[in-house]
């Protein structure tokens, strides 16, 4: 079975840094781009960014680049998402999912991972 | 940027109803639009890709059509576990995707 488990949920400081991880398992964890969704209290999907396992290439929405990063632990078939300093509106649920494509047809998301609750707070 | 509409924001129907929710592109975005279905507390899972194709498992009361610009998803005879809110989502543009801003689906 195909699976991403994300690691769990966090509170923290603003101005603090977190990473929160999503692994993957069932699957070439190399030939997919993992994508980062931001789903913040009572709101929509955001798409974040996205990431290849096997190159490290990254890709990041405008809305979120220079404010987290993304990265590959090849060992351990996971990828992460961090932030160097947190504020109250990254407060949110972070899901993981697997890039899904075939040339010329689209791109789609699947599965997902559970979601990690990330809370900031003083 | 493609920006993705979706209409209604939200619905209610009863259970054996056929509902349908449309979303729109800013531009065209050929086949590549998808959809899926959030609740609460839970992953969002893959409905459609590709505007038609049902992903594995998903049963047959599901389908998707439209194309260019102009989608619609409608679901036949509505279960109780098919409330829950509905996302577009559009990857034609391979440097940004993004999705609608749901629609919620309630009794």
């Known amino acids: 079975e195909v699976q991403l488990v994300q690691s769990g949920p966090e509170v923290k400081k603003p101005g603090e840094s977190l990473r929160i991880s999503c692994q993957g398992s069932g699957y070439n964890f190399f030939s997919n781009e993992l994508n980062w969704v931001r789903q913040m209290p009572g709101r929509g999907l955001e798409w974040m960014g996205k990431?290849?396992?096997?190159?490290?290439?990254?890709k990041y929405s405008p809305s979120f680049e220079g404010r987290i990063t993304f990265s590959v632990d090849k060992s351990s078939s996971s990828v992460s998402l961090q932030w160097s300093s947190l504020q109250a509106s990254d407060t949110a649920i972070y899901y993981c999912?697997?890039?899904?494509?075939?040339?010329?047809?689209?791109?789609?998301?699947?599965?997902w991972g559970q979601g990690t609750l990330v809370t900031v707070s003083s | 940027d493609i920006q993705m509409t979706q209409s209604p924001s939200s619905l209610s129907a009863s259970a054996g109803d056929t509902v349908t929710i449309k979303c729109r592109a800013s531009q065209n975005i050929d086949t590549f639009l998808n959809w899926y279905q959030a609740k609460s507390g839970k992953a969002p899972k893959l409905l459609i890709y590709a505007v038609t194709t049902l992903n594995s498992g998903v049963p047959p009361r599901f389908s998707g059509s439209g194309s260019g610009t102009d989608f619609t998803l409608t679901i036949s005879s509505l279960q109780p576990d098919d409330f829950a809110t509905y996302y577009c989502q559009q990857t034609h543009s391979n440097i940004l995707s993004t999705f609608g801003p749901g629609t919620r689906v309630e009794i």
């Open positions: 999912a697997r890039g899904m494509e075939v040339a010329g047809t689209g791109e789609w998301f699947d599965p």
């Open positions: 990431i290849d396992p096997s190159d490290s290439y990254t």
